[in-house]
């Protein structure tokens, strides 16, 4: 059973830069795993920031990028702006099933 | 504009069958996968599988084997996902969230997600 492992939490100062990383027990993250990155605020549905590693979507803060970092995926957040507050949750593709991974949560202070 | 409507909460037995509707609108039905995602109360999310409504096909997650179905009906743009043999642990709100059909499974993004269907399993 693959299991994908996020930091369970960060904490960033508002303006500063953070990288979450998303890690696969199957070994080096790479453009084949097609890395997908969603935040989530309370109460709310997932929503889509990155996919397939590096792409983002049209509604995307500039300030969101993703990368693939020494073998594991990357979310980095540039200015970090206290409506960043969040969990944030990376998906890699397995050739078949999805895994997501276990969440990073985000605190902006 | 496209929208994924899900329906709404349900309260189960342990033991019973659970089925959650998600109505698609403001693109082509078939052109996109239907992935289904739950999240228990406090939890992270958890990729359950996902749906071709073109061709039915289906790909799930090796701990719902057995236990999941997931279907589609064309004609009102609506795909299903059905969990049997209910527990406890299944209390969660599920979710789809569809993804282009490319031609590299994998390499299209999951975008639009529903609002999520709170199902509650007790006795």
């Known amino acids: 059973q693959t299991v994908v492992t996020q930091e369970p939490s960060l904490t960033v100062s508002p303006g500063g830069t953070v990288t979450l990383t998303c890690a696969s027990s199957t070994g080096a993250v790479t453009s084949d795993s097609y890395p997908n990155w969603f935040q989530q605020k309370p109460g709310q549905a997932p929503r889509a920031l990155i996919y397939s590693g590096t792409n983002k979507h049209s509604w995307t803060p500039a300030r969101f990028s993703g990368s693939l970092l020494g073998g594991k995926a990357a979310l980095t957040l540039s200015g970090v702006q206290p409506e960043d507050e969040a969990d944030y949750y990376c998906?890699?593709?397995?050739?078949?099933?999805?895994?997501f991974g276990g969440g990073t949560k985000l605190t902006v202070l | 504009q496209e929208q994924l409507v899900q329906s709404g909460a349900e309260v189960k037995k342990p033991g019973a069958s659970v089925r959650v509707s998600c109505k698609a609108s403001g693109y082509t039905f078939t052109d996109y996968y239907m992935h289904w995602v739950r999240q228990a109360p406090g939890q992270g999310l958890e990729w359950m599988g996902w749906?071709?409504?073109?061709?039915?096909?289906?790909n799930y997650a090796q701990r719902f084997q057995g236990r999941v179905s997931m279907t589609r009906a064309t004609s009102i743009r609506t795909v299903f996902m059905e969990l049997s043999g209910l527990s406890s642990d299944d209390t969660a709100v599920y979710y789809c969230a569809r993804q282009h059909r490319g031609v590299v499974i994998g390499a299209t993004p999951i975008d639009y997600w529903g609002q999520g269907t709170l199902v509650s399993v007790s006795s």
């Open positions: 998906l890699l593709y397995h050739g078949g099933p999805w895994v």
């Open positions: 749906i071709n409504p073109n061709s039915g096909g289906t």
